[in-house]
């Protein structure tokens, strides 16, 4: 899977910041405004941010019904206007399984961090948790959170 030079990859933690207004919310913002044109994401995006969505109404309770069904075609739109690209992970399905086993994360996290290392570019995450387990085995400049 190849493509143009993009400046970065975002997970979900970026798109879900916006969606659930969160504590990184004018952040989330402020990194997809400044940054249009050279983002990618994978697929996987879409369910993750909709699994967000559903996390903060049906088990938090934090966004009633009434809202969840307004917000959720919001997530979609989001999603493919803040980036220039949406990849598939079934092409890099062999070096996603190989480096969650290698990095020590979920191959959920290493579709992105693989796209990420295969497009030679950067990973816009929020995800503390994520970071902290790759430690410093990614590339310099790998995060911006």
């Known amino acids: 899977m190849t493509g143009a030079a993009a ?8 798109f879900a910041s916006i969606i659930v207004k969160d504590g990184f919310h004018d952040r989330a913002r402020g ?9 990618i994401t994978p697929e996987l995006a879409y369910v993750e941010v909709a699994s967000a969505l559903w996390r903060h109404s049906f088990v938090l309770r934090r966004i009633p019904e009434r809202a969840y069904y307004a917000i959720a075609p919001s997530v979609g739109r ?13 092409g890099m399905l062999e070096k ?17 961090v693989s796209l990420a ?6 990973l816009l995450s929020f995800d503390g ?8 085995r990614v590339p310099d400049g790998f ?3």
């Open 78 to 90: 989001l999603i493919s206007s803040s980036v220039s690209e949406v990849c598939g992970a079934r």
């Open 143 to 145: 995060w911006l959170d």
């Open 31 to 39: 990194i997809l405004e400044r940054r249009r044109g050279g983002l």
């Open 7 to 14: 400046e970065g990859v975002v997970d979900a933690s970026v």
């Open 96 to 112: 996603v399984l190989g480096n969650a086993m290698k990095l020590g994360i979920s191959p959920y996290d290493s579709v992105y």
């Open 117 to 122: 290392m295969e497009r030679g570019c950067g």
């Open 129 to 136: 948790e994520l970071k902290a387990k790759l430690g410093g």
